[in-house]
């Protein structure tokens, strides 16, 4: 057993229903990977005086931050800035991602992503994969080690993108369900059924991703949706229904299912992705960096539609969920009456328990007892500007604003998974 001495800072119940932050100066007792008990520092080394002590004074604890969308093979082409998506993709993204067919280059690439979420404090994550299954061999042979919570599967298209990237449904059956019989289940890895989007997908293939995802029992579903009003009208007139639809006709939205964006929903829409229990990952800063539009939350809290937040490496400019949660605020208070103000609770909120419940992981997401000790300790340089920022914080909800406000990789001192020291 071992006690972590800190300033622990949590939000176990949704702020947008009321939640509120939760703070414990003091200390957790960690056993077997799990919060075994929650009290001061002097009680519970009183009852376990042979246990060993690590200390996290000074900065603040915070869950393992949970990131429910980034791309692997993108790491390399964050900052392309000033083009929207389509021609982003064209002349950035997947000419890059083309290069992972390259078994050896996957493994270097796939080694910086994962290092890059480690250093920002990431401990889950749901991952958009590569085209090439030996890419994403590669990629779950790293993420195995780190210790991590990884879910992620090869992407998959069939149409509209350059050739090498292109598959056929049975290949995709195959390909995917042969990568989840190796790497589902394994450690602390997941796989995820992976269409790229509807707008590169035939309804064949969509057909043949819920054929694999039966096949994977507990497996998520991810992909894009509502980005940019160009796919968008594609997807329309190629399917002759709105773009959650060309999903959920084949019965591939549920609370394991993720989409990315969906900037531009219709209210069909959101009542539908309701229904299913569906989580939306917003990612502020890529929608921002593209030029795709403004987050629409309210109109999502209002239909009652989950939400999370998703860094979009490379589309988005940093691993940093702070970076993110500060981004989302911006959003928010930018559309006035139509937006919704966000403090400290809701951010920690968004890049903790609602990414995990988002993901299914019931057992992370706040330090609550029984739940697995994923933390990520902020602790900035001595006279840092967080650092000074921190000292002189009014109250606890005004030093995770200023975490968020401030607060970047560098910032990450340590990062723990199940108990592992992961940083």
Sequence with gaps: MTLYRGTFVDCPDDPFAGGTLRTLDGALLVTDGAIAARGTFADLAAAHPDDAVVDLRGGLVIPGMVDTHVHYPQVRVIGALGLPLLDWLDQRALPEEGR??????????????????????????????????????????????????????????????????????????????????????????????????????????????????????GALFTSHVNEND???????????????????????????????????????????????????????????????????????????????????????????LLREGLQAAFVQHLQGAAGVRMGAAHLLWLVTTAGARALGLDAVGHFGVGMQFDAAWLNPEPDATLDIALRHAADDADAVAKAFALGDVGDVRGVWAGGDRVR
Excluded: K
């Design 100 to 217: 992972l067919a390259e078994a050896a280059y996957a493994r270097v690439i796939a080694r910086e992503f994962l290092g890059s979420l480690v250093r920002a404090g990431t401990t889950s994550a749901l991952v958009f994969g590569a085209h090439f299954a030996p890419a994403m061999d590669e990629f779950f042979g790293e993420a195995a080690t780190t210790g991590l919570r990884i879910a992620a599967g090869l992407v998959v298209s069939d149409r509209l993108l350059p050739e090498p990237l292109l598959t056929t449904p049975d290949r995709a059956v195959a390909e995917s369900v042969q990568l989840a019989q190796r790497w589902h289940g394994v450690g602390r890895l997941r796989y995820a059924v992976t269409p790229r989007f509807s707008f590169s997908c035939s309804d064949s293939l969509l057909a043949a991703c819920a054929e694999a995802r039966a096949q994977v029992p």
């Design 230 to 320: 160009a796919e968008i009208a594609r997807v329309l007139a190629d399917f002759g229904t709105h773009y959650v639809g060309s999903y959920d006709r084949h019965g591939l939205l549920d609370h394991l299912s993720v989409l990315a964006h969906n900037v531009h929903p219709r209210d069909d829409e959101l009542a539908l992705l309701a229904v299913r229990g569906t989580t939306i990952a917003h990612c502020p800063c890529s929608n921002s960096a593209l030029g795709s539009g403004l987050f629409p939350l309210r109109r999502h809290l209002d239909a009652g539609v989950r939400v999370s937040l998703g860094s979009d490496v490379g589309g988005g400019v940093s691993f940093s």
